[in-house]
């Protein structure tokens, strides 16, 4: 059995450390998300490395020299009272008390001000979810939060409808990068987009977004290998009234996916979602290596999953979303003795931009 107590911090500037978390990484999903295709060593490294606000506290589980799990705890700038917990765990050692200890040792790493904990987990089925969540999640003292559903569409065959045009307002779109005039509209409605779409439980607040930070953010997708499509709707007055953002895999074959997807209050109900939307995949379409795109849609978010249907989007995997409040008469989280048998496994809880 591994000693779990074998639990230390990674150097986020060791480039052999950081391959080796993304073997981890990569091995736990493959082994619960059938056909997953994962960004890259040298672009996760630059998401890890990245001056973007997250500051990032990493953690490996250690058989003697051999990492076996990786996980880490990642707070971001706009929001310091939340932490993203996840782990990976090699899926020959699960069942051993290895993710559950790192998900500890992750809180225990996490800052005084943060009073809440937050995990995401993909699983094909909602079966799986089920599982995991009273095989692993629960006993640590996660609950949850919200469930989405994650669909696909396969960009090179499927039947768009034609282009839609809306009285009053113009649809525009650009690749990496809105015109310096759109950059600050455009950085506000990115800050917007986790609030005001349905979250369940999670009461997501407003994230200011800088124009630089939009800029960074482009640089980064940039120097990962992706490119990067944004469809605005502009009103009369030339201000935005609605915004979407499509990124391409960075690696051959993987899925394009969308970042997010908004419509300002004053604006809805005249068909914008699905005017920009569409404008976004017909340019992405033309795009050397844009086949599959996924979508990641809450499920209370009724308008926007009818907006996937209509554009040809089927469910492929699900996710939900944990939380888990601190609770600060308890100096310690409650680490589970290693088990040969649980009933689930941490093989992939991952923090996630993917927006609608």
Not at 209 to 227: F, R
Request: aromatic residues 6%.
């Amino acid at each position: 059995m591994v000693d779990v107590m074998d639990i230390r911090p990674l150097d986020v500037s060791d480039d052999r450390a950081m391959r080796s978390a993304y073997a981890v990484e990569t091995a736990a999903n493959v082994h619960v998300r059938p056909g997953w295709l994962g960004a890259g060593a040298e672009a996760r490294m630059l998401g890890w490395r990245a001056d973007s606000g997250w500051t990032n506290r990493l953690l490996g589980a250690w058989d003697r020299e051999r990492l076996v799990g990786f996980g880490a705890s990642m707070t971001h700038d706009s929001e310091p009272d939340t932490a993203w917990i996840f782990a990976w765990v090699l899926p020959d050692l699960q069942h051993r008390g290895i993710g559950s200890a790192l998900v500890c040792a992750a809180e225990e790493q996490s800052p005084a001000a943060v009073v809440r904990f937050v995990a995401r987990t993909y699983r094909p089925t909602l079966d799986a979810i089920a599982a995991l969540s009273s095989g692993f999640l629960e006993p640590l003292g996660f609950a949850s939060a919200t469930t989405e559903t994650v669909f696909e569409l396969d960009l090179r065959t499927a039947p768009l409808p034609q282009p839609t045009t809306v009285l009053g307002y113009t649809v525009a779109s650009h690749v990496d990068g809105v015109p310096e005039s759109l950059r600050e509209q455009v950085a506000q409605i990115m800050g917007l987009v986790d609030s005001e779409a349905p979250n369940g439980e999670l009461g997501w607040l407003e994230s200011p977004v800088t124009p630089a930070e939009y800029l960074e953010e482009i640089a980064l997708w940039n120097a990962q290998g992706s490119t990067v499509v944004e469809t605005v709707a502009l009103d009369a007055e030339g201000d935005v009234a609605a915004w979407t953002c499509l990124v391409t895999s960075e690696t051959p074959g993987g899925h394009a996916r969308v970042e997010g997807t908004l419509v300002l209050k004053q604006h809805r109900g005249r068909g914008l979602g699905l005017a920009v939307k569409l404008a976004n995949l017909q340019v992405a379409r033309t795009l050397d290596g844009v086949g599959r795109v996924r979508t990641s849609t809450d499920d209370q978010n009724t308008w926007m999953r009818s907006i996937n249907t209509m554009l040809g989007f089927v469910p492929v995997e699900f996710e939900a979303i944990f939380q888990k409040i601190r609770e600060p008469e308890l100096s310690r989280c409650h680490r589970p003795r290693p088990a040969r048998h649980p009933t689930s496994s941490p093989s992939a809880m991952i923090p996630s931009t993917t927006r609608s």
